[in-house]
């Protein structure tokens, strides 16, 4: 039972590349999370999909998309990137979308240039 | 409309004294709160949450926490700290009904001192 993984830990992107963080979870949950944290920020929410079929977007979302491929896995992706997005990404799943405890993944370092 | 705030933005202690970190909250629901615990480098992880059960919470490695709706505020302790417990620690709010929304308060760096 590995959690929540993340793919890949680190990566550097020049400006404008594009890429996709992937996600996946076996727990069975049906929500799941982006988060971005930077410092002295606390964490941010991205995008959540609530449960599979369903995406909609949290408290910063511009510059990125996001697919739930399944009930598993759900994506994120940076079309192109900016400075701006350098940051340490964080997914997250709950049972439930709520005041449900989420469980969160390893986080993946980007940093753009 | 929610919002947390981690009054400290860093505390130090010494090892074996007791550890305070401050954590007050707004919620226009009847919230759900969390603490969370991040090591250098990893992901967090959850050390206790209050659901409206009993209002004082234990959590894991002698972290306890006690709501008090009275004070808007739900601080965590521990009798006495450990070189292990140096980390960043997160309080987080979420409403039981309206929203679905983690709320994350900016943070606390707890240093230990030997």
């Known amino acids: 039972n590995a959690g929540v993984t993340q793919t890949p830990k680190f990566q550097v992107l020049k400006t404008g590349q594009s890429m996709t963080l992937q996600c996946a979870q076996d727990?069975?949950?049906?929500?799941m999370y982006w988060y971005r944290q930077d410092p002295g920020m606390g964490l941010r929410l991205i995008y959540y999909?609530?449960?599979?079929?369903?995406?909609d977007k949290g408290e910063v979302p511009n510059g990125y998309n996001v697919s739930r491929l399944n009930k598993r896995e759900f994506s994120l992706r940076l079309e192109s990137a900016a400075p701006s997005q350098t940051s340490v990404y964080f997914c997250?799943?709950?049972?439930?979308?709520?005041?449900?405890?989420?469980?969160f993944g390893p986080g993946t370092r980007l940093t753009v240039l | 409309a929610q919002s947390v705030t981690q009054l400290d933005s860093h505390v130090s202690v010494s090892e074996g004294t007791p550890v305070l970190l401050r954590c007050n909250y707004s919620s226009s629901y009847s919230p759900s709160l969390f603490w969370y615990v991040q090591h250098p480098n990893k992901g967090l992880q959850l050390l206790l949450k209050y659901t409206s059960a009993a209002t004082l919470v234990k959590g894991i490695n002698g972290f306890e926490a006690e709501f008090k709706k009275s004070e808007t505020s739900f601080h965590l302790t521990k009798p006495s700290a450990h070189m292990s417990d140096a980390a960043e620690y997160f309080c987080v709010v979420s409403a039981t009904s309206g929203t679905y929304k983690y709320i994350f308060g900016t943070g606390t760096r707890l240093k230990v001192l030997a």
């Open positions: 999909s609530a449960s599979e079929g369903t995406t």
């Open positions: 727990m069975n949950h049906n929500s």
């Open positions: 997250a799943s709950s049972s439930v979308a709520g005041a449900d405890t989420q469980y």
